[in-house]
């Protein structure tokens, strides 16, 4: 087996691979090293890479397996960290020049759960400035690439662990989601994101947006994000908004979907969308009736809830800015400076009604869910536009602003509804995905209705030529 097949297993046959003695952990450590070193100083996926602990970690796995005693969960599997993520002992720039160097002294849950569960951690991967908008460039190291084509953005603001999965640098990637930033890259790279119903998986420090941040899994496949999830989710004393899950297990995706009653959007009632994209998402939303589903075109009775995002979201920032704005400007990346700007004009009272206005809303989808099972829309209006651009600039005609042009995903930051992004085809060879929404608390659903899809319709055999790379 050379570097790129064993590169491109998944966690799952990994497992089985390293159980079997087939491989051994150091020898996939090893290989997805030397990949990393071949194809990322182009990709610009990863900001740190930590060799030697990955191959420490790995050696120990390796122990492991030989002893014959049980293995954690993800012993030996090679994954990464957000660069958002906390990790004790390593680099963690977060994207900003004002943190370029820090180098913290303790993890954050879900990253000490990983390590505990026998992840082997490559290192930390690209973000926009504390996760700003829908591309993964920042003033640290520059923008990360599309593995499907270079100079077009991968999304954000989880876009370098997205890229790393689909380039075969690693099969699980840790992604945060506060306006679409796992489904984002997950649509734009061809990968599987998922993000859990909020409060699932702890996050510790705060993110910027703490009500619409969610964290969760991106990978090649449903089942990886099924291992790392349960690795990661739960609540903690360290974040008061967390909470335990049902859980998932392997074992809960299989059986099919037959009987589910499937709503499909193309627009939400409100979205500017790229035809050629809805045509795509489209011909895959049909394919649920394959798996014995009903689907029936319908969307919730609401209004296109960006200004309430855009309140909170511009708000949080100003607020996390307010001490020190003006002597840290100009190292902010301008956009993000812009986005501050006008978060400083809105006062008490308008954040106060865009919180009870995101009650109204989220009754609209719980009304939705009466009548239906799961609800399906494209997870994006557009392919990928140009890496380090700020957002698209137009879609079918309509400017786009720094993260209102998402208007398939911000959504379900408003609801904290699960949702998942699965890869349904491509338009001009840039991916497509269809985004999968549960009601409440139906991450199982979700997560059963994409490995149903991802029967039907795989994906994991696309990858990319990697010929700019």
């Not at 978060?343 to 239906?372: K, N, P």
Request: aromatic share 8%.
């Amino acid at each position: 087996m050379n570097d790129s097949d064993i590169c491109y297993l998944s966690a799952v046959e990994l497992r089985r691979c390293f159980k079997s003695g087939e491989l051994s952990p150091v020898e996939v450590a090893e290989a997805t090293l030397r990949r990393i070193e071949a194809i990322d100083p182009k990709l610009n996926a990863y900001v740190t890479v930590t060799a030697e602990r990955a191959l420490a970690q790995a050696r120990a796995a390796e122990a492991e397996y030989a002893s014959g005693d049980p293995v954690p969960s993800l012993a030996g599997i090679p994954g990464s960290l957000k660069d958002l993520t906390v990790t004790k002992g390593i680099r963690t720039t977060r994207g900003s020049l004002l943190t370029a160097d820090w180098v913290p002294d303790f993890d954050a849950p879900l990253a000490r759960r990983l390590h505990q569960a026998g992840m082997v951690l490559l290192g930390k991967t690209n973000t926009p400035e504390l996760g700003w908008k829908g591309d993964s460039g920042n003033r640290v190291v520059g923008p990360t690439h599309n593995p499907w084509r270079y100079g077009r953005t991968p999304g954000g603001s989880s876009g370098g662990a997205a890229a790393a999965v689909v380039a075969g640098l690693g099969p699980l990637s840790q992604g945060t989601d506060g306006a679409g930033s796992i489904r984002i890259p997950a649509g734009f790279s061809g990968a599987f994101g998922f993000k859990p119903t909020w409060g699932s998986v702890p996050q510790h420090p705060a993110s910027v947006v703490q009500t619409l941040s969610h964290a969760g899994p991106i990978t090649r496949s449903v089942g990886d994000a099924v291992l790392m999830l349960a690795a990661m989710a739960g609540a903690d004393p360290l974040d008061r908004s967390s909470m335990t899950p049902e859980t998932v297990s392997l074992a809960d995706l299989e059986g099919g979907i037959a009987g589910l009653r499937v709503a499909w959007s193309p627009d939400l009632g409100y979205a500017a969308v790229d035809p050629a994209v809805v045509d795509v998402a489209a011909a895959a939303a049909r394919r649920f009736e394959e798996l014995g589903c009903t689907v029936v075109e319908a969307h919730p009775e609401a209004a296109d809830p960006w200004r309430l995002v855009h309140v909170m979201w511009s708000t949080a920032f100003a607020a996390y800015f307010r001490d020190d704005f003006d002597t840290v400007r100009d190292d902010l990346t301008p956009g993000l400076a812009a986005v501050i700007d006008e978060g400083l004009t809105f006062t008490g009272t308008d954040v106060a009604q865009a919180y009870i206005e995101r009650s109204q809303y989220y009754e609209s989808w719980r009304v939705l869910f009466d009548a239906y099972d799961i609800m399906l829309t494209p997870t994006l209006p557009c392919t990928a536009f140009a890496a380090g651009d700020d957002h698209p600039g137009a879609i079918a005609g309509h400017k786009t602003t720094y993260l209102g042009w998402t208007a398939f995903t911000y959504p379900m930051n408003v609801t904290g509804l699960p949702a998942a992004s699965v890869p349904c085809g491509f338009v001009e060879g840039l991916p497509v995905g269809l985004q999968i929404v549960g009601g409440f608390r139906q991450d199982r659903t979700v997560l059963r209705a994409a490995r149903a899809f991802e029967e039907l319709a795989p994906w994991a055999q696309h990858r990319p030529s990697m010929e700019d790379f």
